[in-house]
């Protein structure tokens, strides 16, 4: 009787990251540590203000769980089989290209925040009670409507990114451009009504405000249903947006693929 081998990309995909298992303890070391780190720089620049040490211990904490369902590894994957020309293999698949790149991607988060992420809530889950009074509870529900959401904008601006090697040979420096975009206008460290009002309106009309500062400001905020609910339309419309594009593109490429590598 033949082994029948699980070829289900998400599953071995989430299999292969308990392999190395001694990871785990540096990734959660690390982790804990960073948190810890950032809410001292808080607790410093506000150790005249109670309240505000409040709401930013309970952003860096919310901040770092919402970024461990994020992941730019789509990137990566797919402007490395274009570089190196084994695309031309992947399109010749039954299954989409995109979409077996983003299972793959599924499966990594997930394991990484079984891993990680759980460890990480339970070490801070004293300090999540402490100051529960800052959570609005009933919008529990829109955030994580409004992370999920964020997990495929993300995604997908990611996927852009990889398809730019059909032009550039290397994506690193754009990568990286959104990455440091990302960490900057997103909310993800210093929350957007800090910035200077010019900076914080031109962040409006740009989609990196819904990645962290939005579902942060739902959870820790006073945000009404009516503001909820609009800033999730637009989030609709980005998505549906940045998924046209990448149609677009995906379909250009595969009618125009040139094989780069050996």
Known sequence: MKKKYNTN?????????????????????????????????????????????????????????????????????????????????????????????YLKMLGRICAGFVMRGIPVIICFIPLIFKNRDQINWHAVPFFVCAVLMGHVLYALLYTLIGFIAFLCFEVWAFERLLDDTIRFLSGSFLPLALFPDWLKNISVFLPFRFLFSFPIEILLGNTGNEVILTNMLLMVLWIMGAGALLAMIYKKAVNIFVVQGG
Request: proline letters at 2%; glycine letters at 4%; charged letters at 15%.
């Open 9 to 101: 990309p998400f599953l071995i995909s989430y299999k292969s990251q308990f392999v190395y298992r001694g990871n785990v303890i540096s990734w959660v070391f690390g982790s804990v540590f960073q948190i810890l780190l950032t809410m001292a720089l808080w607790r410093y620049v506000y150790h005249y203000d109670a309240e505000m040490q409040k709401y930013m211990i309970l952003y860096v904490i919310v901040s770092n769980v919402i970024r461990m369902f994020y992941s730019g590894d789509m990137s990566y994957e797919i402007s490395e089989k274009i570089a190196d020309g084994s695309m031309a293999i992947e399109l010749i698949r039954p299954v989409n290209f995109i979409w077996l790149s």
